[in-house]
C-alpha cells in the first residue's frame, strides 16, 4: 500500500481546514411568493427531471477526493451560506472578488484561505485539473498547497449562443399556467420577476444544456419573446437585430478573450404571421428573410470568426388539424435560406426541429383541436389556469425535450459525433 503524505497549506496541515462551496445558483436566485425557496420550488416542478444545480459543490467534493488520495485526510464539506470562522478552501465563483474570464481559473493562497474560483462552473472543475497534476508532479513526502504560488489558466470549455423567440427564451414553461391565468393559479403565485427567472434560467431548453453540459461547455441564453428575423413595421421593437438580446450576444462575441463555436438560430415562428401571413410571402419577403439571417452571422462572425450556426426551423405547434400555410411557408423559406448561405461558403447547417418535435413530444397528429391537445399534453402548455391552452409554446418537460436534440446536435457539430437524424 503507498504511504500517505503530508498536505499543508501556508505551513498549517491540511486537516485544519474545511472546503467552503458556493451556494447552489437557484438559493441565490429570486425569492418565490410560494413560501419555499427557489430551489424548493424547482425541485417540485421538475419532479427529480435534471435538477441537479450544486456545481460548486461537485467542485469542492472533486477537491476533497484529491486531498483523500494524496494525505489520507477527510475534509469536510460546508455550504458558503453555513459556513463558520476559521481555515477554508474556498471554492467557486461566489468566494473570490476577481473578474474572470469565463474559461478561466486561478488558485492561491490568502491569509486563512485558499481560493480555488473560476470565472464559470466549468471552469472551476477544471481548476481541479491544475491541482492534481501539482499534486502528481511533486516529489517530496510533504508538499504546501502555497509554494506552488498562483496557480492559473483556461480550460477550453465550448461556447455556444442560443438565439431565438419566446421558445428560445423558455416562456410558460411553468406547470398549469402560462403566466397570464387565473390570480390564484400556480403560475400567478411566483410573480413576474420568479417567473422571468424560472424561464430563462432553469426552465428554458439553454439552461437545460447548461445544466447537462456545464463541465465541458457555456451556454447563453439569447431568446427574446415575440422576436422576428425579418423587420416589420407593425412589429419593430420585436425585429431581433435591435433587442437587446442581441446586443448582449454581440457584446460578448466581441470581446477579445471570448469567442462563440456554435450559434443555434430558432426565428421564424413569429415572422410566418406577421404582415398578413401567407399571402404576403412572396419573392421578396423570402429573399428578406434570407438577408436578415445573412446580416445576422456576419455580425456574430466579425467577433466569432470561427463559430458554427445551426438554423432550427419552426417547430411543431398543436394546432396541425388546421392548415398552416404561415408555417410551411416559413419553414420552406427557412430550408431555401440555409441551402443559399452555405453555397455562399458559409458554415450552417439545418435542424428539423419541427420533425423532431412532432416525433419526440406527442402521438403525431390529431384531425380535431381535442385531439391535437390530448396528443400533446404532456409537452406544452396544454392545462392553464384560464382553461384556454397554449398551442405554441413547450412547457418545462417540453424544453428539456428540446435540449436532447440539440445536445446531439451540439455534439455533431463541435465532437465529430455523428450526424443526428433531424440534421437536413
Known amino acids: 500500500m503507498t504511504a500517505k503524505r503530508t498536505?499543508?497549506?501556508g505551513g498549517i496541515d491540511i486537516s485544519a481546514y474545511s472546503i467552503v462551496y458556493g451556494a447552489p445558483s437557484v438559493s441565490r436566485g429570486v425569492g418565490s411568493l410560494t413560501g419555499k425557496t427557489v430551489a424548493e420550488d424547482i425541485g417540485d416542478i421538475l419532479l427529480g427531471e435534471n435538477t441537479a444545480y450544486d456545481f460548486d459543490r461537485q467542485s469542492a467534493a472533486r477537491f476533497a477526493a484529491l486531498v483523500r488520495s494524496f494525505c489520507g485526510v477527510e475534509l469536510p464539506l460546508v455550504c458558503e451560506c453555513e459556513a463558520s470562522t476559521g481555515k477554508k478552501v474556498l471554492v467557486g465563483r461566489a468566494c473570490g472578488d476577481l473578474e474572470l474570464s469565463p474559461t478561466a481559473y486561478v488558485c492561491e493562497h490568502k491569509g486563512n484561505e485558499y481560493r480555488i474560483m473560476g470565472g464559470s462552473f466549468g471552469a472551476t472543475w477544471h481548476a481541479m485539473d491544475a491541482i492534481e497534476?501539482?499534486?502528481?508532479?511533486?516529489?517530496?513526502?510533504?508538499?504546501?498547497?502555497?509554494?506552488?504560488?498562483?496557480?492559473?489558466?483556461?480550460?477550453p470549455l465550448r461556447r455556444v449562443a442560443c438565439l431565438g423567440d419566446s421558445i428560445t427564451r423558455g416562456s410558460q414553461a411553468l406547470p398549469d399556467g402560462n403566466g397570464f391565468?387565473?390570480?390564484?393559479?400556480?403560475?400567478?403565485?411566483?410573480?413576474?420577476?420568479?417567473?422571468?427567472h424560472?424561464?430563462?434560467?432553469?426552465?428554458?431548453?439553454?439552461?437545460?444544456?447548461?445544466?447537462?453540459?456545464?463541465?465541458?461547455?457555456?451556454?447563453?441564453?439569447?431568446?427574446?419573446?415575440?422576436?422576428?428575423?425579418?423587420?416589420?413595421?407593425?412589429?419593430?421593437?420585436?425585429?431581433?437585430?435591435?433587442?437587446?438580446?442581441?446586443?448582449?450576444?454581440?457584446?460578448m462575441s466581441d470581446r477579445e478573450d471570448f469567442a462563440f463555436d456554435a450559434v443555434i438560430v430558432m426565428l421564424g415562428t413569429n415572422d410566418s404571421g406577421r404582415a398578413g401571413g401567407a399571402k404576403l410571402w412572396g419573392d421578396t419577403e423570402k429573399s428578406d428573410y434570407t438577408r436578415e439571417a445573412e446580416a445576422l452571422m456576419q455580425r456574430i462572425l466579425a467577433g466569432s470568426p470561427k463559430a458554427r450556426f445551426a438554423l432550427m426551423n419552426v417547430p411543431h405547434r398543436c394546432n396541425s388539424h388546421k392548415v398552416s400555410e404561415s408555417d410551411d411557408i416559413v419553414r420552406a423559406v427557412q430550408k431555401k435560406t440555409v441551402e443559399t448561405l452555405a453555397d455562399k461558403g458559409y458554415d450552417i447547417c439545418l435542424y428539423d426541429m419541427y420533425a423532431y418535435s412532432c416525433d419526440h413530444m406527442g402521438v403525431g397528429h390529431g384531425t380535431t383541436l381535442e385531439e391535437e391537445l390530448v396528443a400533446h399534453a404532456d409537452y406544452y402548455n396544454i392545462r392553464t389556469d384560464t382553461g384556454k391552452p397554449d398551442t405554441t409554446h413547450p412547457n418545462f418537460r417540453g424544453y428539456y425535450t428540446i435540449s436532447r436534440g440539440v445536445r446531439e446536435l451540439l455534439a455533431h457539430l463541435l465532437e465529430d459525433a455523428p450526424k443526428p437524424t433531424y440534421l437536413v
Open 7 to 9: 498536505l499543508l497549506i
Open 181 to 196: 391565468g387565473a390570480p390564484d393559479g400556480r403560475a400567478a403565485s411566483y410573480g413576474p420577476l420568479a417567473t422571468s
Open 198 to 251: 424560472y424561464f430563462e434560467q432553469y426552465l428554458s431548453y439553454p439552461a437545460n444544456l447548461a445544466r447537462a453540459l456545464w463541465k465541458e461547455y457555456l451556454v447563453f441564453n439569447f431568446g427574446q419573446g415575440n422576436a422576428t428575423m425579418r423587420y416589420f413595421e407593425d412589429w419593430k421593437q420585436f425585429y431581433y437585430h435591435g433587442t437587446g438580446k442581441f446586443a448582449s450576444c454581440l457584446a
Open 133 to 155: 497534476k501539482y499534486f502528481a508532479e511533486s516529489n517530496t513526502e510533504t508538499v504546501d498547497l502555497a509554494d506552488a504560488g498562483v496557480i492559473s489558466g483556461t480550460y
